[in-house]
């Protein structure tokens, strides 16, 4: 069981704006989710990361340059994953699940995981949610060390 020593609350699915947005909207909003995964030193998502997601396939291209639920949940879980695995990575395990469920269930499931590490739909979604977690725990330990150093 991983020792969580950071605090975080993703929204599910239905939490996540129902409305369109334009990329900035999107970007200050997944950055502002993803906040907690994303170290000092990255600056998170940004506009030519999505245009580069977009350029190949791993994100579906913006409807009139609005970005719908759908996409931004996908971002969400990019820039979480994206902490420990390549995007290549990430966007074939992604296509892979999406051709198995739901993207809300599938997105819920991740949430979950994170959350309270309930059974995730899919055991690769518990896989990369434990790595990301076992990541970030190994990071904050480097943090305290090199505090106390200081």
């Known amino acids: 069981m991983t020792t969580i020593l950071f605090n975080y609350s993703y929204p599910k699915w ?16 997944v950055n502002k989710v993803c906040a907690p995964f ?12 999505v245009n580069n997601y977009v350029k190949h396939s791993y994100l579906p291209k913006p409807d009139k340059k609005k970005y719908k639920r759908q996409q931004v949940a996908r971002l969400i879980a990019i820039t ?14 992604l296509n ?18 994170l959350h309270e590490e309930k059974e995730p739909l899919a055991p690769i979604i518990e896989s990369a949610c434990r790595t990301v977690l076992l990541y970030q725990e190994t990071l904050s330990y480097i943090h305290v060390h090199s505090e106390e150093e200081k």
Do not use: R
């Open 38 to 49: 994303i170290s000092k030193t990255d600056k998170g998502l940004t506009a030519s990361m």
């Open 14 to 29: 239905e939490e996540i704006p129902d409305i369109d947005l334009y990329l900035d909207q999107v970007l200050l909003y």
């Open 80 to 93: 979480t994953l994206k902490t420990v695995f390549s995007i290549q990575e990430i966007a074939a395990t």
């Open 96 to 113: 892979l699940l999406q051709s198995q469920a739901d993207s809300a269930d599938l997105y819920n499931s991740f949430v979950d995981f």
